[in-house]
Structure formats: C-alpha cells, structure tokens
C-alpha cells in the first residue's frame, strides 16, 4: 500500500492567491514526521516544512503551513499569496518511529508530487 | 554553512562503463541518504548509512550498484555496469542526530547511460 499520496499531478492558482497542496498518508506507527520539500525546475530538493505527529500545532514557515488533520490522516501544504517562484514540484514525505526512541527508520518515503504553476 | 555537496552535477556515460557519484554530508551530520529520481519511479531510497556505516540497502536495485561510506565526510554510490535504465537524478542527503525534522538534500547528480 502506498505511504504517501499525493492526489493532485498539477495545480494551477493565480499570484497573490492561496493554494493547497493535499497529502495523506498510511502508517500504524504513532510517531512520525511529516515533511513537504519544493523541488524547482533547476532539480535540487528544497525542506519547507516539517510536522510530527504530537505536534499540538499546525507547523507554519512563512508564507507556508501545514494544515495537519491526525484522524484524517491528511498533511495538506497551504501556500498563501502565491508567487511565480512558487511554481516547482512538490513532495510530501513521511518519516517513521520517531519518537520516544528513534528506532533507526530514518528515511524518508515520498509522495508521487504535485506539480504547482503560478499564473501571472 | 555548506550544505551537502554532490560531484558530478551531470554525468554523461556509456552503457557498460562504470560511474562513481560522490557526497560529502553536511559536517557533523551522522545520517546519510542515497535516493534515486525518476519520472516513472519517483524518489526511492537506495541505501542509507548511519556513523558510516549501512544500515538499510533494501533499495539498492540489484548487484551492479554498491556505496561505501569510508568516513564521515564522504560517501560514493558506484554502479558498474552502467545501463541506459540507470539514467536518473541521484540524491544524497545528510540529518543531525537530534533533529529529526530536518534532512537536506545536495543538488543531485544527474546521470544519463547511452
């Protein structure tokens, strides 16, 4: 079954808008993270945003939260007043047995991606 | 601070011939990735290393591709021999024990096997 899943292979939104970016996820481990990473047309792998699972909070990083619903098990990435460098790929990812010791599962398993366009 | 470095940023090869892709993991950092990119696989993890040494190489796809970790500032992922489906984007990727929310990414080693 898949880890991670990411519905969406292409969203557009106008600048200045918002957008979300949907995610959900499949684990029977209570601890882990969830990370979102940009990846731009010029190919590196850029973190924005991480959220572990006994987060209280909603993670926020600027212009990006992380809208993070346990039961639903749904980590949508919400970009508010879009850019034109806004416009790359975007991965969740999902990262298992945290917490309270690391049990050593530390690699990453990502999303499928959404590939986000800003329209002037 | 630097971040992880990768060499070559783009390699062109023949099929049959080996390639050596090299990272050097932020300093301090004691967890290393290796992921491959493709567009019909998407991000896999290859093999990942902790105090330099392996730990998971389930991903690793078969006999041809092997990475050693020598110390903790450097990393190779080899394949030999090389073959057209090997043409991927391979990333490498260093954690800081104790933070666990965050894995960086070099800028990846694009590689294409004619």
């Known amino acids: 079954a898949q880890k991670i899943t990411q519905t969406q292979p292409g969203m557009f939104v106008q600048e200045k808008e918002a957008v979300t970016l949907d995610c959900t996820y499949d684990?029977?481990?209570?601890?882990?993270?969830l990370f979102w990473y940009k990846q731009p047309s010029s190919g590196e792998m850029i973190f924005l945003i991480y959220?572990?699972?006994?987060?209280?909070q909603n993670a926020t990083e600027g212009r990006y939260s992380l809208n993070f619903q346990k039961a639903r098990k749904s980590a949508n990435l919400v970009i508010s007043a879009s850019q034109l460098g806004d416009s790359a790929m975007y991965f969740c990812?999902?990262?298992?047995?945290?917490?309270?010791?690391?049990?050593?599962?530390?690699?990453?398993?990502f999303g499928s991606g959404t590939r986000l366009q800003v329209q002037p | 601070d630097a971040g992880v470095i990768q060499s070559p940023r783009h390699e062109v090869t023949e099929m049959g011939q080996e390639v050596t892709l090299r990272c050097k993991p932020i300093?301090?950092?004691?967890?290393l990735f290796w992921y491959r990119q493709t567009m019909m696989r998407g991000l896999e993890l290859l093999i990942y290393?902790?105090?330099?040494?392996?730990?998971?190489d389930s991903g690793m796809p078969e006999d041809r591709f092997s990475a050693k970790m020598p110390n903790a500032s450097f990393s190779t992922l080899k394949i030999q021999p090389s073959e057209p489906r090997d043409s991927a984007v391979y990333f490498c990727?260093?954690?800081?024990?104790?933070?666990?929310?965050?894995?960086?990414f070099g800028e990846g080693s694009w590689l294409t096997v004619v």
């Open positions: 990812a999902m990262r298992e047995g945290l917490f309270p010791m690391d049990t050593g599962r530390r690699a990453l398993t």
């Open positions: 684990t029977s481990d209570p601890s882990y993270g």
């Open positions: 959220q572990g699972s006994y987060d209280q």
């Open positions: 300093s301090g950092h004691d967890y």
């Open positions: 290393f902790n105090n330099n040494v392996p730990i998971d």
């Open positions: 990727a260093s954690n800081l024990p104790g933070q666990r929310n965050t894995i960086y």
